[in-house]
């Protein structure tokens, strides 16, 4: 074994506990960002250096080492460091706990970037558990009774979902007696179609596992916690919440069910259906949910979930076809690198504009166009991306997918993601419009401190890349997608 | 050699100015700052001296062509593939040189004509969008972005027209310039649609190649060509689409100076010269193109003859010169056409500068207010004359070299050799006619109502704008020796090489050039006549040809006959009307209920979201339920 390989994610524990430990000796608050940034940067650097090559998986296969992994993990990392670049203005609502705040986020990360790499069922709970556990904590952070009340919503429905992935585990494993992915994938494919179907218990177990993981990534209909903990929670967190931990929960989704249950065809067919309908009334949902919004957070959670759909379309493509087709995993991962990035932009933005409004309702954005120019030009920006028009990141990310979906004879599922997308550009552009067309309440200029300046130019010009040259960023996500372990 | 990063810096460099002004300069700086102003010169200058070395590298190139590797814009393994690739050929060379040295000179200028205007940096942003769409569109490789530069080229002329936009005539002018151009448009459109459908590329060598080898069936490709064809009459103002242009000059006269001269209009023609195998091989399609050209040469003419305002005589004269350039197209091929496009963008632009100049002294653009300018603005005077000369087509000034090439092309086809001929003494006519009133006399009070009035005395524009303008100059007298050799002809692919002395008097062993020159002559001596030594009363001349003059002067009612005939009682009452019967009945209806539907959806879901846990938890149950069954009915 080769404990080297395992570097990025020693250096986050390493660095929580350093932040925790500091933060009982200094006043110097701003010393736990640098602290925390640190770790972020030398992680990053660790797992780039690794980028490109091949390793053999690590503790007995349970942790792969390909390139698969490490994207998530740099862009796991990258979120991370835009999310403590948001919070630092923030914490100020906080000062007390500033330290735990830095370490959870730091370790909540190490558990999504294990959550990418594991290729075990029980790593994948323990990862799963590590990153949810620090996110219950995050979202209580306020200690407001919102806060409060949507941490223990949090915490109760995860626990629920966490049972349902634990018995489809059990299943799985009670019909294979494996819990190494490649393994089960082999036992499956030694069996024949008439063994499977005469026992239900691995379809049962495939749609719990589907329940368990579309909580993470907030797939209708197991959705429900995510509108009251978005806007409950601090709002860096919910930028976390809705980026890195959707982000984290695909590559969970992708791994699992493209090395364990991609063939043979007919039961990647099965779950492909399941993927589709999901898909549909996450879409349909998210985006007619969203319409009657008045909370931008609010908003912005069920956009959320819309997005997800959007994403479960690369996921129905993915079962639709022959697992040799590259589109459906690369596309997925290029759309989750524009929405990480869009949404990211989004939510800084907000954070910029709210902290001095001191409120999340979109009518009290109403002239900010000319309050904050800039700042509205970037969520603006955000805003088209997320609708997808180009040239955002978000029309390129939408293209993939849908060409992925044609691609595997899904023309229907793509004409219902079509017209999800007018839908949604009704309430983006609502926003939109009463930034820029709305008369201000005060001409006051809003200005912003410079860390959320950063992080709002980054994650623009991020978006404007993949929306203007998409090419290189696409043959990225393909490296990742095809260097798969089994 | 020039390596392709240069080449791709011609584009970006006016995108990264754009970019600078409008993002980081314009929310920041006091409008009473130059510093926009040099930002776009100094990209402009390096980006003119990357175009020259374009065209040197081009010019000793193999087949004058520099291969650019292309990139992969989008790209799909098995699907589709679109690539983002530049052509660097002697026709893009040739343009670069005039967008870039016309943009300089006239951005130049601007510094000094646009002083204290409040909205300086916003004009120089559309500049350098301006500039850098025409640059794009002569570089594209591809249909489909030249279709995009196309549309930017036209959506900044929008802009820039209706610079002003707080005057009503600006406005309706832009909005006229952007509707007008969009009918040829969609012709356009229809071309690339057709040649894709056929042939499932946008790559443009790729469709020279079909076209040259005979794979497009002729049908096909003479539609396409015609739908091209479309499009370039909308850009460049040819009949039966030329009425957007006069109406253009409302914007800021560098403005004007720039569309006419080498963005805007410069475009279509471009479009014909590059897509010319299509034409070439399609006989109608190039018939309509010559056709096309030379009534709308002599129609405008006409028009220019009678107007006083001395930006619309200008205007008249580019739908002309135009009109000529397509004629040149037409019957000659590229060389002739691009040659006097080549020559025409320097003394059309120097000539609108003048008119800017002129404005800037008097405040006024109606030549019934000047008069007498010879003597107070001498620089002006000197260069306009010079510039009249030069599109008069006296030799040996460039405007001869060009327009002669094309008369002579004309030769074979007697209707269109007349077409011409009248074209050139009409030409000459207004041309001089402008010039005795303006400058000639005594000086006639002069406006202040519009930009830029100084009260009563006139007085020589300031140098920064003269510059620019002596400059222009130079390149009016010579910029036609470049064919005097015929290096043009060979360097865009026919013709053939001389001497000097040979090519510089041949003319004059020749009968065609003579006649042509005699009737520019008599054009000026007219001119002379009627309205420097008043030999001839132009009020009794006028009235003498009572309604041909009117004809001109109404122009030809077109205006009239669009707007009332065609779109009030066509298009308004019905066509409109019943679409807005079909809107209101059918489409709305059903959009309405999509729109309820969806807002009670909306409704339905809020309520279910009460933040009860319990149910919440239900829901994950009814969730897996639901999986179940799903997989139970479809799996």
């Given at each position: 074994m080769n404990l080297a390989l395992f570097i990025p994610e020693l250096t986050l524990a390493v660095f929580a506990l350093l932040v925790i430990l500091l933060d009982l000796f200094t006043e110097q608050k701003r010393l736990l960002v640098q602290v925390s940034v640190s770790g972020l940067v030398i992680s990053a650097g660790v797992t780039l250096a690794m980028w490109g090559e091949s390793f053999p998986a690590i503790f007995n296969n349970m942790l792969a080492v390909d390139n698969f992994a490490l994207f998530f993990k740099l862009l796991l990392l990258g979120v991370a460091f835009l999310v403590i670049l948001a919070s630092i203005s923030y914490t100020q609502k906080f000062a007390r706990f500033q330290g735990e705040y830095y370490a959870l986020v730091l370790l909540s990360t190490l558990g999504m970037m294990l959550m990418a790499a594991t290729t075990d069922l029980i790593a994948i709970y323990i990862a799963l558990e590590l990153t949810s556990l620090s996110l219950y904590a995050l979202v209580g952070f306020l200690k407001d009774s919102k806060s409060t009340e949507s941490s223990l919503k949090y915490l109760l429905l995860g626990a629920i979902a966490s049972v349902v992935l634990l018995y489809g585990m059990a299943l799985i494993f009670g019909f294979t007696g494996q819990t190494q992915l490649g393994e089960i994938a082999r036992v499956i494919q030694a069996m024949s179609p008439q063994t499977i179907l005469s026992f239900p218990a691995l379809t049962l177990g495939l749609v719990m596992l589907i329940t368990g993981f579309g909580f993470k990534i907030a797939a209708v209909p197991f959705q429900m916690w995510v509108p009251d903990v978005y806007e409950g929670a601090p709002t860096p967190i919910t930028a976390y919440l809705s980026v890195a931990s959707k982000a984290a929960g695909f590559a969970l989704i992708l791994r699992v069910f493209f090395s364990a249950f991609g063939l043979p065809e007919w039961l990647s067919l099965n779950w492909g259906i399941i993927f589709a309908f999901l898909a549909v009334i996450g879409m349909t949902l998210g985006n007619i949910a969203a319409i009657p919004q008045t909370n931008i957070k609010r908003m912005l959670g069920y956009s959320s979930i819309a997005q997800a759909g959007y994403l479960l379309v690369g996921m129905a493509a993915m079962g639709f076809s022959p697992v040799v087709d590259i589109l459906g995993r690369s596309s997925i991962i290029f759309f989750l690198t524009s929405y990480a990035l869009t949404n990211m932009g989004a939510f800084i933005a907000i954070i910029a504009i709210s902290n001095k409004l001191d409120s999340d309702l979109i009518d009290d954005y109403t002239g900010i166009g000319k309050r904050a120019p800039l700042v509205a030009l970037a969520l603006t920006l955000c805003l088209v991306s997320l609708i997808g028009m180009p040239p955002a990141a978000g029309f390129m990310a939408k293209f993939y997918i849908f060409s992925a979906a044609v691609r595997s004879n899904l023309l229907w599922l793509v004409i219902i993601a079509v017209i999800n997308s007018v839908i949604s550009a009704y309430y983006y552009l609502r926003v939109v419009n009463v930034m820029w067309l709305g008369k201000a309440a005060s001409e006051e200029k809003i200005s912003s401190p410079g860390t959320l300046r950063l992080g709002l130019v980054l994650s623009c010009l991020g978006v404007l890349l993949l929306g203007i040259i998409p090419g290189f960023a696409m043959l990225l996500a393909e490296f990742a997608a095809r260097i798969f372990v089994f | 050699m020039i390596t392709p990063q240069f080449i791709w810096l011609i584009f970006l460099l006016p995108v990264f100015s754009f970019i600078i002004i409008s993002f980081f300069v314009r929310p920041f700086v006091k409008a009473e700052s130059r510093i926009t102003g040099y930002i776009l010169i100094t990209a402009l200058f390096t980006v003119l001296a990357l175009s020259i070395w374009t065209?040197?590298?081009?010019?000793?190139?193999?087949?004058?062509?520099?291969?650019?590797?292309?990139?992969?814009?989008?790209?799909?393994?098995?699907?589709?593939?679109?690539?983002?690739?530049?052509?660097?050929?002697?026709?893009?060379?040739?343009?670069?040189?005039?967008?870039?040295?016309?943009?300089?000179?006239?951005?130049?200028?601007?510094?000094?004509?646009?002083?204290?205007?409040?909205?300086?940096?916003?004009?120089f942003a559309w500049m350098s969008l301006f500039t850098a769409s025409m640059l794009g569109l002569v570089l594209a490789d591809n249909l489909l972005f030249l279709f995009v530069f196309w549309e930017l080229v036209g959506l900044c002329s929008y802009l820039l027209i209706g610079f002003w936009f707080h005057k009503p005539e600006a406005a309706d002018a832009a909005k006229k310039a952007f509707i007008v151009t969009r009918l040829g448009d969609f012709g356009f459109l229809a071309g690339i649609l057709l040649l894709y459908l056929n042939t499932s590329t946008f790559d443009i060598h790729e469709l020279h190649k079909l076209a040259i080898t005979g794979a497009l069936a002729s049908a096909i490709l003479t539609w396409s060509a015609i739908g091209i064809f479309a499009g370039a009459v909308g850009k460049s103002a040819q009949f039966p689409l030329h009425i957007w242009l006069p109406d253009a000059m409302e914007g800021p006269t560098p403005v004007s100076a720039l569309i006419h001269a080498a963005t805007m209009v410069a475009a279509g023609v471009f479009l014909v010269a590059r897509m010319f195998p299509l034409f070439e091989h399609s006989t109608e399609a190039l018939t309509t193109v010559a056709v096309i050209g030379g009534v709308t040469a002599i129609f405008a003419a006409s028009m220019g003859l009678v107007m006083n305002d001395i930006k619309r005589v200008l205007a008249y004269s580019t739908v002309s010169q135009l009109g000529y350039m397509m004629l040149g197209l037409g019957v000659g091929g590229v060389a002739i056409g691009i040659f006097h496009l080549f020559n025409h963008a320097f003394?059309?632009?120097?000539?609108?500068?003048?008119?800017?100049?002129?404005?800037?002294?008097?405040?006024?653009?109606?030549?019934?207010?000047?008069?007498?300018?010879?003597?107070?603005?001498?620089?002006?005077?000197?260069?306009?004359?010079?510039?009249?000369?030069?599109?008069?087509?006296?030799?040996?000034?460039?405007?001869?070299?060009?327009?002669?090439?094309?008369?002579?092309?004309?030769?074979?086809?007697?209707?269109?050799?007349?077409?011409?001929?009248?074209?050139?003494?009409?030409?000459?006519?207004?041309?001089?006619?402008?010039?005795f009133i303006t400058f000639g006399g005594d000086y006639r009070g002069g406006s202040q109502n519009e930009h830029g009035g100084h009260g009563s005395r006139p007085h020589e524009s300031p140098k920064v704008m003269v510059t620019p303008m002596v400059v222009l100059a130079i390149l009016a007298v010579v910029s036609g020796l470049w064919n005097v050799t015929g290096h043009f002809g060979t360097f865009m692919g026919h013709g053939q090489t001389h001497s000097f002395t040979y090519g510089f008097f041949h003319p004059f062993t020749q009968p065609l050039p003579w006649i042509s020159l005699i009737l520019a002559g008599l054009g000026i001596l007219l001119a002379y006549a009627m309205y420097s030594k008043q030999w001839l009363s132009p009020e009794k001349t006028g009235n003498f040809f009572k309604p041909l003059y009117t004809l001109f002067y109404r122009k030809y009612w077109f205006d009239e006959l669009y707007e009332n005939i065609i779109v009030r009682v066509a298009l308004v009452k019905g066509l409109f009307g019943s679409l807005k019967q079909f809107d209101n009945q059918v489409v709305d209806g059903a959009i309405n209920g999509v729109a309820r539907g969806t807002i009670a959806g909306g409704r339905a879901v809020r309520r279910a979201q009460t933040g009860q846990l319990q149910l919440y938890g239900l829901f994950i149950g009814i969730g897996i339920l639901a999986l179940v069954l799903v997989l139970y009915f479809a799996g």
């Open positions: - | 065209l040197l590298s081009v010019m000793a190139a193999p087949h004058h062509e520099i291969p650019v590797p292309d990139i992969n814009w989008v790209v799909i393994e098995g699907g589709v593939t679109i690539h983002l690739g530049l052509i660097a050929d002697s026709l893009t060379a040739v343009m670069l040189i005039v967008v870039t040295l016309v943009s300089l000179m006239v951005q130049i200028y601007s510094q000094g004509y646009m002083h204290g205007d409040p909205g300086y940096h916003r004009y003394f059309k632009a120097l000539l609108f500068l003048g008119a800017g100049s002129i404005n800037h002294a008097t405040g006024t653009f109606d030549m019934r207010l000047m008069g007498g300018l010879r003597r107070v603005m001498p620089w002006t005077y000197a260069t306009f004359v010079i510039a009249s000369l030069s599109i008069a087509g006296i030799w040996p000034l460039s405007g001869f070299w060009s327009k002669d090439e094309i008369v002579v092309s004309t030769a074979s086809q007697p209707v269109l050799f007349s077409l011409a001929m009248i074209t050139v003494f009409m030409t000459s006519f207004y041309m001089f006619r402008a010039v």
